[in-house]
């Protein structure tokens, strides 16, 4: 036996279980402590757990405001953006019209000129044809009045 055990089995048979209680008391009041202590540091660390669990949440909450601040800056643009492409998409369908206008308003006129320089090729024929025919029906026109008929033909 060790010398511990004896001494506490002497004190028991010797009748003196005060040193006993005493020791006791002590080994129990330093497993208490102990215990508490253990416990104590564990709160300790728990707590520092959750205040750090805590900062990482604030932190993620505030990156998520900014991330939300610059999705919504980013869909403004974007609205911006298509405002102006439907703007354009307006005015070069407006010009598109008004070209395809423009041509038609050009087919109309070239065909209108051709018609009318048609209509005097066949007048002017038709003078000549009967000066040709009537030769006594033509009359001396002048010099002045040449010049200004002879330019008609130019």
Not at 2 to 30: D, E, Q
Not at 82 to 103: F, G
Not at 108 to 118: G, K, M
Request: cysteine-free.
């Amino acid at each position: 036996m060790s010398g511990a055990v004896k001494t506490a089995l002497g004190l028991l048979g010797g009748g003196s279980w005060l040193p006993l209680a005493v020791v006791a008391g002590l080994s129990f009041g330093a497993g208490i402590g102990g215990a508490w202590w253990i416990a104590h540091q564990r709160i300790l660390a728990v707590t520092a757990e959750r205040d750090q669990a805590k900062q990482a949440a604030d932190l993620a909450q505030q990156d998520v405001a900014r991330w939300k601040a610059a999705s919504d800056l980013r869909d403004q643009a974007i609205a911006l953006r298509d405002a102006q492409l439907d703007a354009q998409n307006a005015a070069v369908e407006q010009l598109h019209v008004s070209l395809d206008k423009a041509d038609q308003a050009a087919a109309t006129a070239e065909q209108q000129s051709r018609d009318a320089r048609a209509q005097f090729d066949q007048r002017t024929h038709e003078l000549e044809d009967a000066a040709h025919a009537q030769p006594s029906d033509v009359r001396d026109l002048g010099p002045i009045v040449r010049k200004r008929v002879d330019r008609l033909f130019d």
